[in-house]
């Protein structure tokens, strides 16, 4: 296998749960079941790479100067996209160049604003529970702002309320705890048609 596909490999290992834009001149490609995937959301040419295996391994591409649209198009869809991008200048770099992730954009982390809806605010929301208390974090990461809640004694219509006002795109959860479990439980059910 050639360096620069270790290289991927190994960037790839960190973030399994996510599409892997890996930076190579002007492009950010996409290999293996990434590019294929890619390659069938976006209806883009699945091509291929000699990286020094018995077979081309599957490979897809997007330039980077363009990439915003593509980005949004996958995340609209559900997936995660790590940007993986050259950390030193190609042209000075001796050996194969250092690369290292830059960038995780999910829902709640969009910021810009051509993949924003103007008439809503974008708000990533945590929840954490502990023990009879709930605290709910809202935050804006395009616009700065964070609401903050703490709820004693809460039950499940009392976070279902708190993310009605706030609607967010994305909610990080722990499971952590029986009694959570059964909250996230509730409130996906209910959140599918907030979203």
Do not use: W
Request: aromatic fraction near 8%.
């Amino acid at each position: 296998m050639t360096p620069m596909m270790e290289q991927y490999l190994r960037k790839k290992a960190q973030h399994e749960d996510a599409i892997l834009f890996y930076r190579l001149g002007d492009f950010y490609e996409m290999f293996f079941d990434d590019a294929k995937l890619v390659s069938r959301e976006l209806e883009l040419v699945l091509t291929g790479k000699d990286c020094g295996m018995d077979e081309r391994a599957p490979m897809c591409g997007i330039p980077y100067h363009s990439s915003e649209s593509y980005i949004g198009r996958l995340v609209a869809k559900g997936y995660k996209v790590v940007i993986c991008e050259q950390t030193e200048d190609p042209a000075t770099a001796k050996g194969l160049v250092n690369r290292d992730v830059v960038r995780i954009v999910t829902p709640g982390t969009i910021i810009e604003t051509g993949l924003l809806d103007d008439s809503r605010n974008n708000y990533l929301c945590t929840v954490c529970v502990n023990g009879s208390r709930a605290g709910l974090c809202f935050a804006d990461v395009s616009t700065g702002e964070l609401f903050l809640t703490c709820i004693s004694d809460f039950t499940e219509q009392d976070i279902i309320n708190e993310l009605c006002k706030f609607t967010p795109s994305e909610i990080l959860i722990t499971s952590e705890g029986l009694a959570f479990r059964e909250v996230t439980s509730y409130c996906s059910e209910r959140l599918s048609a907030l979203v």
